[in-house]
């Protein structure tokens, strides 16, 4: 068995950058004999692109050795402590999804059904009153407890950032920690029975390599080579096939929430960044002309728009990222659109794979097999998350949100929304990525109600039953009214 | 308000009355009444002696006092397992309630020790866990919670008397309301169409009729297999062994704070030290050894004073193919029988019970919960019987047949995948849901000498110094603390002492 010597990243923007970073610090910290270097293809970022992230991005940087406040003010980026979700079961339903649980468990029995018994005799609070994240999202604090450990909950911001300046500080900062890297194009992939044996470069010249990786973006250059055709297309269970990104005056003060409204045909997402606002129009080119949904949105949303940019998009999913000596990463092996902070997602949801299957021989089957299978079960539930928005709409007569609702979805999905109609129950699976208060938001959110309440909740009687609301919510309140303004916050610290 | 569930439970035994204690303690008299069918007469196996530390969590649920639980059933505690001569004679390891050693630089221990292993000075991997050499020892004393400490890094069992603490249960569970009726079960009736169970008749010609039926009614599974009828799904071609002689005697000299099991000729043998006796017993595969022959090997193995006459058990590997079924669920034995290689068989009734509770059953349909129950429990399940047809497979063969046919069976799919990784560079797949994590199988591995070949690459950077450096300080870390560490029998004395 040879010893795997060199690895060579193809790559762009994030997926390149972040990939080939992470590498070289990873190889460095551990001391490996390991030769690395990044082939950089030219950007396909365009003006305005932005990112919008999960909490858990929070890991990556940690690993990258970056630090928040610097990023954030480098890349005029800016927390999110949840997501409000408007209009998708009707124009004017709205609620806020923070990164975080609503109410504490009592005898064991999940919150939600106590929730639930409370609103069916008539309680008008919204379940996710009893979520710190949510109230001190709404309230534009940023989250900090007086008390740490004292509380219930774990709220937790999600961010986003302006998209090239974003990169551009990571590539400045894995080139001054050593990463070796030329900006190429590749005339040609050149292939053996152990998957790629060389890159011919744009110069003429030839690349060689132990392990490449393809994070070349949406185009997945190299392991389009190796494996053609192995892609699913995703695009009939999302509708969305133009991606529409705009920018708007800063808002002020800062809201501490993204939103999310669908429309007629998609949704608009309004991200506040440090020093604009990123609108992302998501909609089908078969449900309306771009140019009239563009000035739709801009008057629904009171704002003007500027500089906007459409792409095409296609959401889509290669079953096995990982052929022979190529490991596709981020967009090169999975699409999604970005609903629920889900860009870089998939990125790093790789990365961390491979942090623990990168591997010691050339030869790396058995390694390839046991990531093939995580990475696919893991974005099939990603996959089912952002459908289940899809599935649970409410906006009759709108085609687009009516052939969405009438899809049908994977048994995975299906079984998940049946389980929770009949018995409140969220189901848990091995390789699940949002985890089940998420689920319960989404699931409460869009208004899905169990017709078996747990029975055990009848064991605490009503007036004690509101005792406790009532002191879940005068704690929320007293502890968010502590916190800082999101805007007085940023202003002293970015 | 709805009309309470009525949930019988049939069966008094460990599962019986761990059912009837955790339903009364989760509900009130609005949501459900429980009775409780048991017969003097039929009595209860009794086998699963030893635990795994997750009862206590079911034991504070439910009101339990550790020390009074203890006295009560004469209990012991318990750090792990003492695995002798599995993998080939002579060998030795302890599975511990507790990891080994500590990660160093983001690397798992077992990639750190692996490097250096054949090395000088080097000790085996178990002389870098607290739990496995507070074991051997033969001491104990609560863990911590800072993490800053050697102590914090281990959970502990018990070993105690199951039909003591079923009777301890059984008094807990009558102080929270449960209804006991004493009788043998002659009928059963069910509704003509839909096939719920709707009463059982007693011997008495007495008819208790309920909404819901929990079978605990152990190997005989009176209701799910003999009148529902659910399908058994065999594993014996994996866990060949099917019949065990239970020999308790008089108790030992110094207690260990851990359960002993020896790989034999056609098996392996038990011994769960109590405060007031130890049981035993030989676990064997009837195609191997004679039952007579299995017999006089027990009682020639052991030293202490037989104080009871032997029983055998008879079984099959396997499980009933749903636990739940039309409105009745069936908990512990009665649900499937998995050898107690690695205390497993309390466990099982405590999540059983716990999926059963977070999916409570009502009077209207239940099918999801039902899918969603069964989902649950075929992959606790699952996950044990592969962790236990690992200890089969690892071995050299050289204790016999037996052994010769267990090294050359074929083992399911995603366990052979589990071995093969492992091997290639110390990789463990490990799960979310479900019993065993790394600690587990790294110990089954390198205990049956099923050691890594290459490595993580990530752990190829360390210098083979500072890796000798980490673990000598590991080390005197763990010697240190436990030279200040009470013996297992002082803690007793002290803690929980038993009347003798």
């Known amino acids: 068995m040879n010893a795997l010597k060199r690895i060579v990243v193809v790559g762009r923007d994030a997926d390149g950058w972040i990939t080939a970073f992470m590498l070289q610090k ?39 050795g970056a630090k928040e406040q610097t990023l954030l003010r480098l890349s005029g980026g800016m927390y999110s402590f949840g997501q409000r979700y408007n209009n998708w079961f009707g124009n004017g339903s709205s609620y806020m999804q923070s990164f975080d649980r609503s109410g504490v468990d009592f005898n064991q029995v999940p919150f939600y059904h106590y929730w639930q018994k409370a609103a069916n005799s008539g309680l008008k609070l919204p379940f996710e009153a009893f979520n710190v994240g949510a109230a001190a999202a709404l309230a534009g604090r940023y989250v900090v407890f007086e008390q740490v450990g004292s509380t219930f909950s774990h709220a937790s911001s999600g961010y986003q ?15 001054a920690a050593g990463l070796k890297h030329r900006a190429t194009g590749i005339h040609q992939v050149k292939q053996s029975d152990l998957g790629i044996s060389a890159l011919v470069l744009s110069d003429g010249s030839e690349v060689t390599a132990d392990l490449f990786i393809d994070a070349s973006g949406y185009e997945a250059l190299l392991i389009n080579q190796l494996a053609s055709g192995a892609v699913e297309s995703w695009a009939s269970a999302f509708p969305v096939d133009r991606l529409i990104v705009a920018s708007a005056p800063k808002l002020t003060p800062l809201p501490a929430f993204n939103q999310i409204s669908a429309f007629k045909a998609g949704w608009v997402g309004i991200y506040p960044l440090l020093n604009k606002t990123t609108i992302n129009i998501a909609c089908s080119s078969k449900h309306g002309k771009t140019s009239d949904v563009l000035e739709r949105v801009s008057a629904s949303i009171g704002m003007k728009l500027f500089n906007p940019v459409e792409t095409l998009f296609a959401a889509n999913h290669r079953p096995n990222p990982w052929v022979k000596n190529c490991i596709a990463l981020g967009s090169a092996a999975t699409n999604l659109e970005p609903l629920d902070g889900t860009h870089l997602l998939s990125l790093h949801l790789g990365l961390s794979a491979l942090r623990g299957l990168l591997p010691q021989y050339t030869d790396c089957a058995a390694e390839a097999a046991i990531f093939n299978r995580s990475m696919n079960k893991q974005m099939e539930s990603v996959r089912d998350y952002l459908l289940a928005r899809y599935k649970l709409n409410k906006r009759f007569g ?36 949002f985890i089940p208060e998420d689920w319960l938001a989404l699931f409460v959110g869009n208004q899905l ?44 610290t970015l | 308000m709805r009309e309470p569930l009525e949930i019988i439970v049939v069966g008094g ?16 008299d609005q949501i459900c009444k429980i009775t409780l069918v048991e017969s003097e007469e039929i009595g209860s196996v009794g086998v699963g002696e030893a635990t795994l530390p997750q009862i206590k969590e079911f034991n504070d649920r439910v009101g339990i006092n550790e ?14 397992i003492e695995f002798v001569n599995w993998g080939r004679l002579g060998a030795s390891y302890i599975h511990p309630f507790g990891k080994h050693g500590e990660a160093i630089q983001g690397n798992e221990f077992h990639q750190i020790w692996g490097r250096v292993r054949s090395q000088e000075g080097i000790a085996d991997i178990g002389a870098y866990s607290y739990a496995i050499e507070a074991g051997r020892k033969h ?38 309301g449960v209804r006991r009726i004493e009788g043998k079960i002659l009928n059963v009736k069910k509704h003509a169409v839909s096939g719920n169970i709707e009463s059982l008749t007693l011997a008495s010609g007495k008819e208790i009729s309920g909404d819901f039926f929990v079978d605990c009614s152990g190997l005989r599974s009176l209701l799910l297999a003999q009148e529902l009828g659910e399908e058994f799904e065999d594993w014996s071609p994996w866990l060949l062994c099917d019949r065990a002689w239970a020999l308790p005697t008089s108790k030992l000299e110094d207690i260990p704070p851990y359960t002993r099991s020896t790989a034999k000729a056609a098996g392996w043998q038990w011994r769960i030290p109590l405060q007031h006796r130890t049981g035993n017993g030989y676990v064997f595969s009837s195609q191997f050894s004679t039952e007579q022959s299995a017999l006089d090997s027990l009682e020639q193995s052991i030293n202490e004073q037989a104080i009871a006459d032997a029983r055998l058990i008879k079984f099959k590997a396997g499980r009933y193919k749903n636990s739940w079924t039309k409105n009745c669920v069936a908990i512990g034995l009665s649900s499937g029988f998995l050898e107690p290689l690695e205390s497993t068989s309390i466990y099982l009734i405590q999540v059983a019970i716990q999926n059963l509770l977070k999916l409570f059953p009502s009077k209207q349909s239940n099918s999801l919960a039902i899918q969603e129950y069964n989902r649950l429990m075929d992959n606790e399940y699952a996950r044990i019987r592969d962790f236990l047809i690992l200890h089969y497979k690892l071995n050299d063969g050289s204790l016999g047949d037996f052994w010769q046919h267990c090294k050359n069976m074929e083992i399911p799919k995603s366990l052979a995948e589990k071995l093969e990784i492992f091997k290639r560079r110390g990789f463990v797949d490990t799960y979310n849901y479900g019993l065993f994590s790394l600690p587990s199988w790294v110990s089954v591995f390198i205990g049956q000498g099923w050691f890594q070949e290459g490595f993580d690459p990530f752990a190829l950077g360390l210098a ?33 002492a038993a009347k003798a």
């Open chain 2, 464 to 496: 083979d110094e500072d890796i000798t450096l980490q673990l000598n300080k590991l080390s005197t870390k763990i010697n240190i603390k436990l030279a200040d560490t009470p013996t297992h029998q002082a803690f007793i004395n002290q803690y929980c």
């Open chain 1, 26 to 64: 990873t190889i460095a910290a551990h001391k490996l004999d390991i030769e690395l270097e990044f082939l950089e293809l030219p950007s396909d970022v365009n003006d305005g692109d932005f990112f919008s992230v999960q909490p858990s991005h929070r890991l990556l940087h940690d690993m990258l």
């Open chain 2, 67 to 80: 020390s009074d639980m203890m006295k009560f059933t004469q209990a012991t505690f318990k750090l792990g």
């Open chain 1, 161 to 175: 950032f302006e998209a090239r300046a974003y990169i551009a500080t990571i590539a400045k900062a894995a080139i």
């Open chain 2, 13 to 28: 035994g460990t599962a019986g009355w761990m059912s009837a204690v955790a339903l009364a303690n989760a509900t009130n």
């Open chain 2, 139 to 176: 001491r104990f004393d609560f863990p911590v919670s800072d993490g800053n400490y050697i102590n914090s890094t281990y959970s502990y069992a018990y070993h105690f008397d199951a039909s003591l603490y079923a009777l301890f249960l059984r008094q807990e569970a009558l102080k929270q």
């Open chain 1, 449 to 492: 109600s169990t017709s078996n309440l747990d029975a055990l909740i009848d064991k605490i009687p009503d007036d004690e039953l509101m005792s406790k609301f009532q002191q879940l919510l005068t704690y929320i309140k007293t502890e968010v009214e502590k916190m800082p303004l999101l805007q007085s916050y940023t202003e002293m």
């Open chain 1, 398 to 433: 709108d085609a687009f949100w009516d052939a969405a609702r009438a899809q049908t979805v994977p048994d995975t999905l299906a079984y998940r929304i049946d389980l929770f109609k009949s018995r409140g129950v969220i189901a848990q699976m091995e390789d699940d990525v």
